[in-house]
């Protein structure tokens, strides 16, 4: 009886992986594929760059605010009945964007309702497979961040075949009724009780990281709140998501304009997503083993390097290297975000702080894209934008090197 129920429990966490993978992978990747629909609504429309970037700023400023909202009440009452919900609200925005004809509907169908149901993605995802996971919370982390690779690869790509055969409206529909099935459906399965477990996954060898992680005392949230550590964490999520959501709105159209065809620029997008799954899986092995800091040192290094390759890749070849570069630092980025929070506050109150961190990134990810779009409306290039990346990007290292973990007696 006892052995049955081991046995019960320990695949129930792996349900768990298998439904945070899923939500991953859907959610983002629809998100994502935004980038293969901007140019035909430039084209229909005719409407600049910055309002149609906008949109999607919208979508994931708000998917931070209520994400801290999704966080609080994650903690308190669990992942399904959230779940649940904001997939109505995911599904409804993406297919109501078959119907749109004005910058108000834009705004409202994708930035507002698609943007509720984005609020949910990482945080119920991450937060999960944290709270499952407590002995190798990096690598289960990063396998679940390897589902966003793969949404990302694969979401633009069928979303590409389909405009091309049935036309963009019409693939909106298709993916939105998909994806809201989907999502619908692995939140049912979805559970907050891990008790029971984390003391059956203890069998596996924790590395000494992690061993001091779960000796320490978790933080409550109102203590984490008054360290300095989260607010320069939330600077450096700020600057990070600010850089990666421009150059994944953007590296589209900025393809296109330098000569690649519609497939081309889509391949571009894939390739991202696919590189980066390899980035997530390897970032999330190395973060048990380095932590998470160093990790995401490493990372910003390699996006530095990749944006500075950016501003002189003017051929294909030269744009897809690009795309492999950056798809390793975009994925070990990601992945390192959820770990860094436990590794620094503890899974006590893991829901409500990395909704707080998550709402600094998006706040950045929905600044930089319309920041990045003004200014090619104004200089008729990207240059000026990504060197702006660039000097973000070093600023976010700089003030990452020097984040310290919180002294035992604030605990």
Not at 4 to 33: D, E, L, M
Not at 303 to 323: D, G, H, K, N
Not at 368 to 392: E, K, N, R
Request: net charge positive; with cysteine; charged share 10%.
């Amino acid at each position: 009886m006892l052995i049955n129920r081991t046995t019960s429990v320990k695949s129930y966490g792996y349900i768990i992986f298998a439904a945070c993978f899923s939500i991953q992978a859907v959610g983002i990747g629809c998100y994502v594929a935004y980038g293969v629909f901007f140019n035909e609504l430039m084209l229909e429309f005719q409407w600049p760059r910055a309002v149609i970037s906008g949109a999607s700023s919208l979508a994931f400023f708000m998917m931070g605010v209520f994400g801290i909202l999704i966080g609080r009440l994650n903690d308190r009452y669990g992942p399904r009945l959230l779940m649940t919900a904001t997939s109505f609200f995911f599904g409804v925005g993406f297919i109501l964007m078959s119907q749109v004809n004005s910058i108000l509907q834009l705004y409202i169908f994708y930035g507002i309702l698609f943007g509720i149901g984005l609020s949910s993605i990482d945080v119920i995802a991450l937060s999960t497979i944290a709270r499952w996971f407590s002995l190798r919370r990096g690598a289960m982390t990063g396998l679940v961040k390897v589902g966003t690779g793969a949404g990302q690869f694969s979401i633009p790509l069928i979303a590409s075949l389909l405009i091309g055969l049935v036309g963009w409206r019409h693939t909106y529909l298709i993916i939105g009724s998909v994806a809201s099935i989907i999502l619908f459906g692995v939140a049912q399965v979805l559970k907050r009780d891990h008790q029971e477990y984390q003391r059956i996954s203890k069998r596996d060898t924790p590395s000494i990281r992690q061993v001091n992680n779960n000796e320490t005392s978790s933080l409550s949230f109102k203590k984490a709140k008054k360290t300095l550590q989260l607010w320069n964490l939330c600077v450096v999520n700020f600057m990070v998501i600010f850089c990666l959501l421009s150059i994944l709105i953007h590296i589209v159209p900025h393809a296109r304009d330098i000569g690649l065809s519609t497939s081309q620029a889509a391949g571009v997008l894939s390739t991202i997503g696919g590189v980066s799954m390899i980035g997530r899986f390897v970032s999330g092995l190395a973060i048990d083993r380095y932590g998470s800091r160093t990790i995401m040192i490493s990372c910003l290094l390699l996006l530095i390097t990749a944006l500075f390759w950016l501003q002189v890749a003017e051929s294909p070849w030269m744009l897809f290297l690009f795309a492999c570069f950056y798809g390793l630092a975009h994925g070990g980025l990601f992945t390192a975000v959820s770990p860094i929070v436990a590794e620094i506050f503890g899974i006590k109150a893991h829901g409500t702080i990395l909704g707080i961190v998550v709402c600094f990134g998006t706040t950045g990810g929905a600044i930089g894209p319309i920041i990045a779009g003004q200014i090619f409306d104004m200089t008729g290039s990207y240059s000026t934008s990504f060197w702006t990346l660039i000097i973000i990007s070093a600023c976010s290292l700089g003030i990452l090197s020097f984040l310290a973990p919180v002294k035992n007696e604030v605990l």
